[in-house]
T-cell receptor, first 115, second 113 residues
Framework: KQEVTQIPAALSVPEGENLVLNCSFTDSAIYNLQWFRQDPGKGLTSLLL?????REQTSGRLNASLDKSSGRSTLYIAASQPGDSATYLCALPSGPSQAGTALIFGKGTTLSVSS | DAGITQSPRHKVTETGTPVTLRCHQT?????MYWYRQDPGHGLRLIHY???????DKGEVSDGYSVSRSKTEDFLLTLESATSSQTSVYFCAISEGTGRRELFFGEGSRLTVL
């Protein structure tokens, strides 16, 4: 059974710092991996999706990498801003290839960026 | 933003009463999901649908039922609500093919007294 772990559970950094959020998974036979952002009291917003054949994806100041062999993905945030404060979750399908397979989520890393 | 609307957004009810949450999408996506989010447990799948009238159970399906009579609507029903079902419920949709990216609604906060 696929398990997803995110460490640390919480992170506080000063504005302007570059930071890395980690996501580990137990089964490397994945179809893709998705990173989400959740603001307090809100739904989840999709940030980046990496297909299993890709090594990384970039969107603005965000860069997500995927290393299937080690069961890890990282989300790199450059030049952090107070507006980046939120909970970041990674998720991947519970099965490798079945269409529409539901996602299994990590418990998230809550990021606080101070000005 | 993906066109996903959840209703009601907030509901307070009493133990033993039936509750129905509605998810409506305008994206014509084939797959729809209901998750619940709880402190310490994160997001857990309740039920999902892979087409009209086609549904299956998730990790925490006990006490819940679902129905999908139209592509755009996915209903989650608590037949007899219990305090353990106090949670935030999220609907999500996916095309199920290609990128299989998941998009979420804003959530429905349910309190069972």
């Amino acid at each position: 059974k696929q398990e997803v772990t995110q460490i640390p559970a919480a992170l506080s950094v000063p504005e302007g710092e570059n930071l890395v959020l980690n996501c580990s998974f137990t089964d490397s036979a994945i179809y893709n991996l998705q990173w989400f952002r959740q603001d307090p009291g809100k739904g989840l917003t999709s940030l980046l999706l990496i297909q299993s054949s890709q090594r990384e994806q970039t969107s603005g100041r965000l860069n997500a990498s995927l290393d299937k062999s080690s069961g890890r993905s990282t989300l790199y945030i450059a030049a952090s801003q107070p507006g980046d404060s939120a909970t970041y979750l990674c998720a991947l399908p519970s099965g490798p290839s079945q269409a529409g397979t539901a996602l299994i989520f990590g418990k998230g890393t809550t990021l606080s960026v101070s000005s | 933003d993906a066109g996903i609307t959840q209703s009601p957004r907030h509901k307070v009810t009493e133990t033993g009463t039936p509750v129905t949450l509605r998810c409506h999408q305008t994206e014509n996506h084939r797959y729809m999901y209901w998750y619940r989010q709880d402190p310490g447990h994160g997001l857990r799948l309740i039920h999902y649908s892979y087409g009209v009238k086609d549904t299956d159970k998730g990790e925490v399906s006990d006490g819940y039922s679902v129905s999908r009579s139209k592509t755009e609507d996915f209903l989650l029903t608590l037949e007899s609500a219990t305090s353990s079902q106090t949670s935030v419920y999220f609907c999500a949709i996916s095309e199920g093919t290609g990128r299989r990216e998941l998009f979420f609604g804003e959530g429905s906060r349910l309190t069972v007294l």
